[in-house]
Every structure is written in structure tokens, then in C-alpha cells.
């Protein structure tokens, strides 16, 4: 009961803005806290890096880490004036995708794993740099990556809880929230 209480709350906090768009003044830690589709995906990472981490604990450090890394080098992208396609829509792909392989009970090797989070991670690292005030790009890039791991650890310990209390299937259902509400964000957009 307590957990459905958790979630309900965290999903109404984020119902803010359903995609990030250029134009928004706020600060990099607060920044993945106005999307929806953001914290999604980032809780979703968390959530199946604690799926997958039952069998190689490094999996709870190395997969939301890849993330993480691979977003940095999406925003430095972005700050160099580099151009990638179809940000919004792999933004929004990677929550799909990210809540398919919990509901999936996909457990990859963990490098294929870095490598789902980290191609995911560069478009949602792009997105946050076009954001960014003209100055202080330095802490407006900390305060997101702050954020990033704050929500990836919000997701590791909920899938942990979760886990252990109920097991893999409870943990499956998770995905189908970040999944479903995911199409939420994809309708309201």
C-alpha cells in the first residue's frame, strides 16, 4: 500500500511539462524534475539496473554510471553546437524501450546493457544542454547529472524494495507504469 501511495506521489509531482523543450530557465538540478519523460526514463534505469542486478551487483552501479557518462557527452554535443535528429522522439523511445525490458525481464550482459542506457542517455544529455542558461553551463551540467543519479537511485531502491519484498513480477509491473505512463506523455504530447 505504502509503495502505491510512493508512486501515485511521485507521478503527480512530475506531472509538470510532458517533454522538455529550449526556452525553460531553470536550474540544472531541477531541470530533469520538468519532464515527465525525463524522470521516467531515469527511474527506469534504476529500476532495471536493480532487475538485472540480482545475478551481477555490478549491473546497480555500471548501468545508471554508463548513463550518466554517455549524458555528459550528449550535453557536450549540444554545447559544441553538434545537431542530432529526433531528440524529443528518443527521448520518449527510451522510456518505451527502457519500460519494455523490465516488463520484458530482459537481463542483458551488463556492456549491452551501458550500451542501452548510453545511447538513450546522449539524446536526454542533449536535451538538458539546449536548456541551459548562457552562463554557468559548468554547475547547470553538475546539477542535472546530480539529479540524473538522485533519480536512478530513487528507482534502484524502489526496484530493490520491490524486489525483495515481492519479487521479479512485482518488479515487471513497474516497468508497465514507466510504460504506461510514458503513453501518457506521448498522448499529451
Do not use: C
Not at 80 to 102: D, N, Q, R, T, Y
Amino acid at each position: 500500500m505504502r509503495l502505491k501511495i510512493g508512486l501515485t506521489a511521485l507521478l503527480l509531482v512530475a506531472a509538470g511539462p510532458a517533454l522538455a523543450h529550449p526556452g525553460h530557465e531553470a536550474s540544472g538540478f531541477l531541470h530533469p524534475f520538468t519532464g515527465l519523460d525525463h524522470m521516467l526514463a531515469m527511474v527506469g534505469v534504476g529500476l532495471w539496473a536493480a532487475f538485472m542486478a540480482g545475478r551481477k551487483p555490478v549491473i546497480a552501479v555500471a548501468v545508471p554510471a554508463a548513463f550518466l557518462v554517455m549524458m555528459a557527452i550528449g550535453a557536450a554535443a549540444g554545447f559544441a553546437g553538434i545537431k542530432l535528429p529526433l531528440v524529443e522522439a528518443a527521448i520518449l523511445a527510451s522510456v518505451f524501450v527502457i519500460g519494455g525490458l523490465i516488463i520484458g525481464a530482459v537481463r542483458l550482459p551488463v556492456a549491452w546493457a551501458m550500451a542501452v542506457v548510453g545511447l538513450f542517455a546522449v539524446f536526454h544529455g542533449y536535451a538538458h544542454a539546449l536548456e541551459a542558461p548562457p552562463t554557468a553551463a559548468g554547475s547547470y551540467i553538475l546539477g542535472f547529472l546530480a539529479a540524473t543519479a538522485l533519480l536512478q537511485g530513487v528507482g534502484l531502491a524502489i526496484g530493490w524494495v520491490v524486489h525483495r519484498a515481492v519479487g521479479d513480477l512485482a518488479l515487471r509491473a513497474l516497468g508497465g507504469v514507466v510504460l504506461a505512463a510514458g503513453a501518457v506523455v506521448l498522448i499529451a504530447h
